[in-house]
């Protein structure tokens, strides 16, 4: 059955950097896109980006200004999620969700929590 | 970018009562394949949201068939024939035709 499995929790200062990782099995892991999305506590979700493991091809909200990458490690089925200059704001919940051909995430992974305070 | 707003942002429902959710987009979400690019998703308490409906009336799989979507271009609607406890959550629509994909406000649906 299709799994992703997210890294652990991160507590970060303002202005450092957080790389999250999501494993990726049950499924041919470069058949299928990527996407992330970020949950801010009380708040709807919002995307931030998409990768197809196939070409690497990445798209970004532009709501992240440059700050967000998106990478993978083909051999090992997984998808990382980096995301820099983090602020107070960038505190909630990232998740990993597989896309389908038209977008829909199918498939999510359980959120890791990052928390940023000085 | 693409807003989409939902209608009620509160809907408290009585067991084995029907419900429905409204999604409305900014501008048409139906794509040049012909298949409208909004989705539904749940969210239930401490949980990662669930995909409920794809492409604007496709059940995901394991979904009961209480659960359907219609609509097409700009309105959506999500309904529940008859509501059962386990149905508590969050339901949030979503477009996936432009990035960035957006989700609408969440409607928060809860027993009476």
């Known amino acids: 059955q299709v799994q992703l499995v997210q890294s652990g929790s991160e507590v970060k200062k303002p202005g450092a950097s957080v790389k999250l990782s999501c494993k990726a099995s049950?499924?041919?892991?470069?058949?299928?896109?990527m996407h992330w999305v970020r949950q801010a506590p009380g708040e709807r979700p919002e995307w931030m980006g998409w990768?197809?493991?196939?070409?690497?091809?990445?798209k970004y909200s532009h709501r992240f200004q440059g700050r967000v990458s998106i990478t993978t490690d083909t051999s090992a089925s997984i998808v990382y999620m980096e995301l820099t200059s983090l602020r107070s704001a960038d505190t909630g919940l990232y998740y990993c969700?597989?896309?389908?051909?038209?977008?829909?995430?199918?498939?999510w992974g359980q959120g890791t929590l990052v928390t940023v305070s000085s | 970018e693409i807003v989409l707003t939902q209608s009620p942002l509160y809907l408290p429902v009585i067991p084995g009562e029907p419900a429905s959710i409204s999604c409305r987009s900014s501008?048409?979400?139906?794509?040049?394949?012909?298949?409208?690019?909004l989705d539904w998703y749940v969210q239930k308490a401490g949980q990662s949201p669930q995909l409920l409906i794809y492409?604007?009336?496709h059940r995901a799989s394991g979904v009961p068939d209480r659960f359907s979507g219609s609509g097409s271009r700009t309105d959506f609607t999500l309904k529940i024939s008859r509501v059962e406890a386990e149905d508590v959550g969050v339901y949030y629509c979503?477009?996936?035709?432009?990035?960035?994909?957006?989700f609408g406000p969440g409607t928060r649906v809860d027993i009476k």
């Open positions: 492409l604007g009336s």
């Open positions: 501008q048409s979400l139906l794509h040049s394949n012909a298949d409208n690019r």
């Open positions: 979503m477009q996936g035709l432009q990035t960035p994909f957006t």
């Open positions: 049950g499924y041919t892991f470069v058949s299928y896109g």
């Open positions: 969700a597989r896309a389908s051909y038209s977008n829909y995430a199918e498939y």
């Open positions: 990768i197809n493991p196939a070409s690497d091809k990445t």
